[in-house]
């Protein structure tokens, strides 16, 4: 079918997400320019910031793909004290960022989830409650995402990673801390406790189709997220998935498909947050910037001190290792106006899908 004809549908299958993920020059044109208008017309075209504080790479977890997997003896293990957690809060709120996201290695014990608890009653003392929280800190249950949520955590993101259920499979250890349905249901208590919940998956795994990535639309919209964060998978070597680094895309194709991916979701969900991830911005310097110039809405500068953030390689070529919060911050308000877009301060920059969903 023609592009034009495909875009002017209100409803799409598997197939029509296929050949919108793989087309190419003036269709591709065509398709970006669509995502970019359905975003302009729809939410505008503000960008929203999250101070990103990587907290911890403690993880109870060994996902195949991932640089600070349990079994990875490699990697040299951290933990921020409150202080550089409270410093990093301080200065997005200074800065006015509006809202940072706490993420971390997954660990469910209690002083881990109380001192959690304790760190949002503080981000929120010392911002006079005006900043945003949201939470990226893996599977947990009801009560401590509860109590979370009491503490002023008002957002969390939990990526279903794969929709494909075998392929989920593959791509981590086969026992009951990596169970698909364990984490789906996890998606769906987020939505319980009334989060903005957001998900994501990688794209361009090992034995992941094309057909795979249009099905993980079809998720996305289904399970009717707020929030979607989703970027290419970048290898790195001290994981069991490297061995499988000859049957990848290229970067340069993995980047490609994630535009695409971002610009079809934005079709698909016109009132969503999407974000710019950094895995786009560690194959491209311009990846973020390209991503929001095509649909998304979000970005997520690192403000984890410099000290630490070397320790934090969920993958290789990891970007931004050397440049202060300060620096990147000026810099990125600069290429995100060259994106069409405005940053906007200050705000939580909430789902608008959000309060729909609620109303
Ligand atoms: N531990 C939490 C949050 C930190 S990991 C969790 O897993 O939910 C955050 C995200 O990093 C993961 O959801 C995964 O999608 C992404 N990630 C991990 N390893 C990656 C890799 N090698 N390439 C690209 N993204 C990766
Ligand atoms: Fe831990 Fe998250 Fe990495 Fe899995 S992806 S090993 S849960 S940090």
């Not at 981590?172 to 998900?199: A, M, S, V, W």
Request: some cysteine; proline content about 3%.
């Amino acid at each position: 079918m023609e592009i034009d004809s495909l875009l002017k549908q209100t409803s799409f299958c598997n197939n029509d997400l296929v050949s919108l993920l793989t087309c190419t020059n003036q269709a591709e044109e065509q398709l970006f320019a669509y995502s970019k208008y359905i975003r302009d017309t729809t939410i505008g075209n503000s960008v929203h910031m999250r101070g990103l504080v990587e907290i911890s790479n403690i993880c109870i977890k060994d996902c195949l793909y991932c640089g600070i997997r349990r079994s990875n003896n490699h990697a040299q293990r951290y933990s921020l004290t409150d202080e550089e957690i409270l410093n990093a809060a301080s200065f997005a709120h200074r800065y006015q960022y509006g809202s940072i996201v706490l993420q971390g290695g997954e660990r469910k014990d209690k002083a881990f989830t109380e001192r959690i608890e304790q760190l949002l009653l503080k981000i929120k003392k010392l911002s006079n409650n005006t900043l945003g929280i949201t939470l990226s800190l893996g599977e947990q249950n009801k009560e401590t995402l509860q109590r979370w949520k009491d503490a002023g955590a008002h957002r969390y993101l939990l990526r279903i990673e794969t929709s494909n259920e075998k392929l989920y499979q593959k791509i981590h250890p086969k026992d009951e801390l990596h169970n698909f349905h364990t984490r789906l249901e996890c998606i769906h208590l987020l939505q319980e406790c009334g989060y903005q919940t957001g998900t994501g998956v990688m794209i361009g795994l090992p034995d992941q189709t094309i057909e795979d990535l249009a099905n993980d639309l079809l998720f996305l919209k289904n399970i009717d997220v707020d929030m979607v964060g989703m970027g290419p998978y970048l290898e790195h070597h001290e994981t069991p998935l490297w061995e499988k680094r000859n049957q990848l895309l290229t970067p340069k194709q993995r980047l490609q498909l994630g535009l695409h991916m971002v610009s079809c979701l934005r079709i698909l969900m016109p009132d969503i947050n999407i974000a710019a991830t950094t895995a786009l911005q560690a194959i491209d310097p311009y990846g973020r910037e390209k991503a929001l110039e095509i649909g998304a809405n979000v970005i997520m500068p690192n403000i984890t001190p410099l000290t630490n953030r070397a320790n934090y390689q969920l993958y290789e070529n990891k970007p931004g290792m050397d440049e202060g919060a300060e620096e990147s911050t000026q810099r990125l308000i600069e290429s995100v106006r060259k994106s069409g877009c405005q940053v906007q301060l200050a705000s939580w920059g909430d789902s608008q899908h959000f309060f729909k969903r609620s109303n």
